[in-house]
């Protein structure tokens, strides 16, 4: 992975309009998936704000951005977005940790209007969500 505190790069060129974003794009047989055609994962650096729902709405606003970059690729048949951020236990230490994960289906991705979309529904229309507590603010 390219993350280097809030730093990120693109690993595969092909998605160059989801900027600066560290890109992987596999061959579903690469995987053993057959009917779904390529899939992308993108990994993020969470970037530090004064509230966790800041933090949270920041990253909504980037998936819904990364989306819409995605949504003319017919070659693409899933994308799902992971965001990493450090998190401190409770004994004072420090480990980044995934704190949100959406998938999102082509089919999903082709119903979305981004004229009129709100990225706070997110987390409703994607077809698999993960949240960390951390977050719930």
């Not at 053993?32 to 709405?57: A, C, H, P």
């Not at 977005?81 to 082709?110: C, H, Q, R």
């Not at 529904?121 to 977050?135: G, K, M, T």
Request: glycine share 6%; aromatic share 10%; net charge negative.
């Amino acid at each position: 992975q390219c993350l280097v505190g809030s730093e990120m790069c693109i690993r595969d060129s092909t998605a160059a309009n989801a900027e600066k974003e560290d890109v992987s794009i596999y061959d579903a047989a690469s995987v053993g998936e057959s009917s779904d055609g390529s899939f992308v994962d993108i990994y993020l650096s969470g970037k530090d704000n004064l509230t966790s729902n800041m933090v949270r709405k920041r990253m909504l606003m980037q998936a819904a951005d990364i989306l819409e970059s995605l949504q003319s690729r017919d070659d693409i048949g899933r994308v799902t977005l992971f965001w990493s951020f450090p998190l401190v236990d409770a004994y004072g230490n420090t480990s980044t940790e995934t704190v949100m994960k959406a998938t999102f289906y082509k089919d999903t991705i082709d119903k979305i209007n981004f004229d009129n979309f709100d990225y706070n529904n997110i987390p409703v229309i994607c077809d698999d969500f993960y949240q960390h507590a951390a977050l719930n603010g």
